[in-house]
C-alpha cells in the first residue's frame, strides 16, 4: 500500500484537531508536573534535608546528587539536540529536515528545564538572584553556578533567534490555514516581515548553524560543564581527559534518542504524519544514536582500564565501587542493548521496528541519566581529602529527588504539547522537498 504525500495540511492539523490521546498524554504529563510541585513544596518547606544532601564531610553524605545528574542529563539532551539541527542546516541534509525543528524546540525545553533542576538544586528560589544575578559582575570569574547559568543563556539566545528566524515564513506562508484565534500570536511572529527577506534569513542561519558548530566542543557539554568536573583534582572520578568527551558522546547518544522519541510520539498522535516523518528518518537518528552509544561505550571501557591498572589510590577506589555498583552495570545494559539492537537491524539480523526504535530511545535516555548521576555522586563519596575520614559515603535518591525528574519531563512534554498549538513543528521545506522527490519518482 503506497503511503500518502505530506502536505502542507499535515502540518497544520496538531494546532487545529487534537486527538483523544493528545488529551490523555496531557493529563498524565499534568499529574507528573503536580507531584514535582507538591515535592517541591515539601522541601521548601522542610529545606535540603528532605533529600540528605545536606549531609556532608564525616557524615559520608553528597551535596550533589539526582538533582546535578538530571541537570546534567537536561544539558546534554538540549546541547545534542541543537547540535543535531544545526548540522541539517550547516551541511544541508534534506533527509532529517522533518526533525530539524523538532531539535530546536527539544532545545529550548531541556535548557529550560536544566534552569529548573539549577533552582531547585540551590533549595530556595531567591538564592538565584543573590547567589547569582546580584553577585555575577564577582562570581563568573570563579563560580561554576555562574558559568553554568552565562553558557546555558547564550545557547537559549541562539536557539531561540535560529528558530524565530526560520518559523516567519512557515508562518506567512500557512496563515490561512492556522486558526483565527491565534491571530495576535502570529501578528507578532510576522511583525515587519517581508517574503524578500527569506534569502538573508537562511544565510543568517546558516552563519548561526556555524557558530554552534564551532562552539560546540567549546562550551556546554563540549567544554564549560564538563571542564567544572574534570579540572577538580580533589574528586580523582571526576579529573581527567576523558571527562569532556564522554559528556559529549552522551549529550549526543541522549539527543538523538530525545528527537526520534519526540518523532515518534507525534507520528502516533496524528494521521498521515508517517508521511510527514519518514520511516527512514527513523531509521537514520537510530544508526548516529547507535554511532554515539558506541563511542560513549568505548569511552567508558578505557576509564573502567584506566581507573582497573595500577591507578592512583583514587582513582582505584572510584573505579571499584563503579564496577562493583550494579545500577551502573543496569546503566551500561541500557546502552549497550539498544546499540546491539540498532546494528542487528542495520546488517539485515532484525526487522526495523517503529515500536523497537521508540524501547531504544527510552533505554538509551535511561541511561545516560543514571550514568551521569553515578558520575556525580561518586566523584563525592570518595575525594581525596580527609573530609570523609576512611569511611566509604553512601547515597540513596529520595523520593522528592526522583520526583524531579517526573516533573520536568512531564513539563517538557506539556511543553511540546503547547508549542504543537501554536506553530507547526516541522518546516514546510521538508514537505516540499518530500514533494518533490515523489513527483521525481
Do not use: C
Not at 511583525?191 to 567549546?218: G, H, S, T
Amino acid at each position: 500500500m503506497s503511503m500518502p504525500d505530506a502536505s502542507p495540511d499535515d502540518l497544520v492539523r496538531p494546532i487545529k484537531k487534537p486527538s483523544k490521546k493528545f488529551f490523555l498524554l496531557a493529563g498524565l504529563s499534568s499529574v507528573a508536573a503536580v507531584i514535582f510541585v507538591i515535592a517541591y513544596g515539601i522541601q521548601l518547606a522542610n529545606g535540603l534535608a528532605v533529600t540528605n544532601l545536606s549531609d556532608w564531610g564525616s557524615g559520608g553524605g553528597v551535596t550533589w546528587g539526582t538533582y546535578i545528574g538530571t541537570f546534567i542529563w537536561w544539558v546534554g539532551i538540549a546541547h545534542g539536540g541543537i547540535i543535531i539541527s544545526a548540522a541539517v542546516r550547516l551541511l544541508k541534509i534534506e533527509k532529517y529536515e522533518p526533525v530539524a525543528r523538532i531539535a530546536e524546540l527539544l532545545t529550548i525545553g531541556a535548557l529550560s528545564m536544566a534552569g529548573i533542576m539549577i533552582i531547585v538544586h540551590l533549595g530556595r528560589p531567591d538564592r538565584v538572584v543573590w547567589s547569582v544575578v546580584m553577585s555575577y559582575p564577582t562570581t563568573v570569574h570563579t563560580s561554576p553556578l555562574a558559568w553554568d547559568l552565562t553558557v546555558i543563556t547564550l545557547y537559549f539566545v541562539l536557539t531561540a533567534t535560529y528558530l524565530s528566524l526560520t518559523l516567519r515564513s512557515d508562518i506567512y506562508r500557512l496563515r490561512d490555514k492556522l486558526p483565527d484565534i491565534l491571530n495576535p500570536v502570529y501578528s507578532a511572529i510576522l511583525f515587519r516581515y517581508d517574503p524578500d527577506e527569506d534569502p538573508v534569513v537562511e544565510r543568517m542561519a546558516w552563519w548561526l548553524a556555524l557558530a554552534i558548530i564551532i562552539l560546540a566542543p567549546l562550551l556546554l557539554h563540549g567544554g564549560v560543564i564538563p571542564w567544572l568536573f574534570a579540572l577538580t583534582s580533589s574528586t580523582p572520578g571526576w579529573f581527567g581527559g576523558l571527562t569532556a568527551p564522554q559528556f559529549l558522546s552522551a549529550a549526543l547518544t541522549s539527543a538523538m534518542g530525545g528527537v526520534m522519541l519526540v518523532a515518534l510520539v507525534f507520528r502516533k498522535l496524528y494521521t498521515n504524519w508517517e508521511s510527514v516523518i519518514p520511516d527512514e528518518v527513523i531509521w537514520g537518528l537510530g544508526w548516529w544514536m547507535g554511532i554515539f552509544s558506541l563511542i560513549f561505550v568505548w569511552l567508558q571501557l578505557q576509564r573502567n582500564l584506566v581507573g582497573s591498572y595500577a591507578a592512583p589510590t583514587g582513582v582505584g577506589k572510584v573505579a571499584a565501587a563503579t564496577q562493583a555498583n550494579p545500577v551502573y552495570w543496569v546503566a551500561m545494559l541500557l546502552i549497550i542493548l539498544p546499540l546491539a539492537y540498532v546494528a542487528f537491524q542495520h546488517f539485515g539480523i532484525l526487522n526495523f521496528s517503529l515500536r523497537g526504535m521508540a524501547v531504544a530511545a527510552i533505554a538509551v535516555i535511561l541511561g545516560v541519566l543514571i550514568e551521569k548521576t553515578l558520575f556525580t555522586v561518586e566523584g563525592l563519596l570518595y575525594p581525596a581529602t580527609r573530609l570523609y575520614g576512611n569511611v566509604p559515603g553512601s547515597y540513596v535518591p529520595t523520593p522528592i529527588e526522583l520526583a524531579s525528574i517526573l516533573g520536568t519531563t512531564g513539563l517538557l512534554i506539556l511543553f511540546f504539547m503547547g508549542v504543537s498549538k501554536l506553530i507547526p513543528i516541522v518546516e514546510m521545506k521538508a514537505v516540499e522537498h518530500h514533494e518533490s522527490e515523489e513527483g521525481g519518482d
